[in-house]
Structures are given as structure tokens and as C-alpha cells.
């Protein structure tokens, strides 16, 4: 069970609990990165743009579209279109494999106003016991800077792993993907191929809800 433990600085952390015996007790899974506050902790900054969303709102990072309407606090842009970005870790578990995707700012900064996005994938091959990657499954380009909300599947065999996600063109419209890539982990090495993106239908523009409101 994966979940977000929020950090002091850019970085929140990705942290995984297990059970063995049906919920009756959990154990923390361990990452083991250098630099991080504890070995179960996996260190992530959240994309999106640091953003006035006025007094109900409060100061959020979020994917926008349109212009800049001035008069935020602390000097913060305000945005016609905009919505609230988290890290929602997405698993998937098949015959002791385990997955994780989840969106990453390409920036070390949390609220970079020149950040772009990319989802990327973690994997255990033994149910959590170690772990490997990130690995980029959608990368950031000029044509799709923003790439956010990642959903995984994976087939029977877990040899496949497929991700829905929301893609954020250039011109400020949305689309929905999905990319699909073969796994493969012989020798205990874990790497994505055959990696192909499908267009779940046409691109759209955001809620005109406004960030401010």
C-alpha cells in the first residue's frame, strides 16, 4: 500500500507499507536512497507551477493554461485555468512483481514555474523486498511538456504494464495516453521495452474554473 509522507523542503517522500497476513500487520518497505531522511523513504518533487488559488484555495502547485492575471500574492501568477497537482502513487502487484507509477517534476525545486513533468515507474521484482528504477515511461518534450495522474495495469503474466495518464500539449490543451511497455527483469535487471503511446481520443481544453476562485 503506497502513500505520500509529506517533506519540509521540495521533496515529499513515496513510502510503501506491506502486509503479509492479510492486514493484520504492516512493515515499512525499504528504498535505500543515499540522501534521503530514513531507508523507506523515496524522495519525489511534485510538478506543477506554485500558484495563487485565492483565499480558499490557498498557494498550490498546479498543471494551468492561459496567462498570468496579475495581482497574486507574494507575487505568485494567477492562472484562468488551473488544477491542483499531488503525487498519487499508483500500484499494481502480479505473481510477487509490484509497480509503482507516479508524475515527477523535472526539477529539483518544488513550484518551478519552468518545470515540465514525466511519469515514471518503480519495481520490485520479490513483493517489495528491493527495489529498482525510477524508470521514465513518459518523458517531457517541447510538444508535451506536462505529463500528470498516472493509472497502472499490468497483464497476467506481468511481463506488460500499461499507464493512463494526462498529457498537457504546448498549446495548453489536455489529452489522455496511455503507454504500454514490455518488462523485462531476466537476470534480476529491470528495464522497459517496445514502449508505444496511444491517444485516447482527441485533445481537449481545461475546466474554465478559474485557480483564482
Known amino acids: 500500500m503506497p502513500f505520500l509522507h509529506g517533506g519540509s523542503g521540495s521533496a515529499d517522500f513515496?513510502?510503501?507499507?506491506?502486509?503479509?497476513?492479510g492486514g493484520l500487520t504492516f512493515r515499512f518497505s525499504t528504498f535505500n536512497v543515499?540522501?534521503?531522511?530514513?531507508?523507506?523513504?523515496?524522495?519525489?518533487?511534485?510538478?506543477?507551477?506554485?500558484?495563487?488559488?485565492?483565499?480558499?484555495?490557498?498557494?498550490?502547485?498546479?498543471?494551468?493554461?492561459g496567462q498570468d492575471q496579475g495581482g497574486g500574492r507574494m507575487s505568485l501568477p494567477v492562472f484562468p485555468n488551473a488544477t491542483r497537482l499531488i503525487t498519487r502513487p499508483s500500484t499494481v502487484v502480479q505473481h510477487g512483481k509490484v509497480f509503482i507509477a507516479y508524475n515527477a517534476s523535472t526539477s529539483s525545486a518544488?513550484?518551478?514555474?519552468?518545470?515540465?513533468?514525466?511519469?515514471?515507474?518503480?519495481?520490485?521484482?520479490?513483493?517489495?523486498?528491493?527495489?529498482?528504477?525510477?524508470?521514465?515511461?513518459?518523458?517531457?518534450?517541447?510538444?508535451?511538456?506536462?505529463?500528470?495522474?498516472?493509472?497502472?495495469?499490468?497483464?497476467?503474466?506481468?511481463?506488460?504494464?500499461?499507464?493512463g495518464y494526462y498529457s498537457q500539449l504546448a498549446d495548453g490543451r489536455l489529452r489522455v495516453n496511455a503507454a504500454t511497455a514490455q518488462v523485462n527483469s531476466e537476470d534480476g535487471r529491470f528495464a522497459l521495452e517496445d514502449r508505444h503511446v496511444t491517444h485516447l481520443g482527441a485533445a481537449f481544453d481545461p475546466a474554465t474554473t478559474s485557480a483564482s476562485t
Do not use: M, Y
Open 14 to 21: 513515496i513510502k510503501v507499507l506491506i502486509s503479509d497476513d
Open 110 to 163: 518544488s513550484g518551478d514555474p519552468n518545470s515540465r513533468s514525466e511519469i515514471r515507474l518503480l519495481f520490485s521484482p520479490n513483493g517489495g523486498a528491493t527495489w529498482q528504477g525510477p524508470a521514465t515511461l513518459a518523458s517531457a518534450t517541447s510538444a508535451e511538456p506536462q505529463h500528470v495522474h498516472p493509472a497502472i495495469s499490468i497483464n497476467d503474466d506481468g511481463s506488460r504494464v500499461t499507464v
Open 34 to 65: 543515499p540522501g534521503a531522511p530514513d531507508p523507506t523513504a523515496f524522495p519525489n518533487v511534485t510538478p506543477g507551477t506554485l500558484t495563487d488559488c485565492g483565499v480558499n484555495g490557498g498557494f498550490r502547485v498546479t498543471l494551468h493554461a
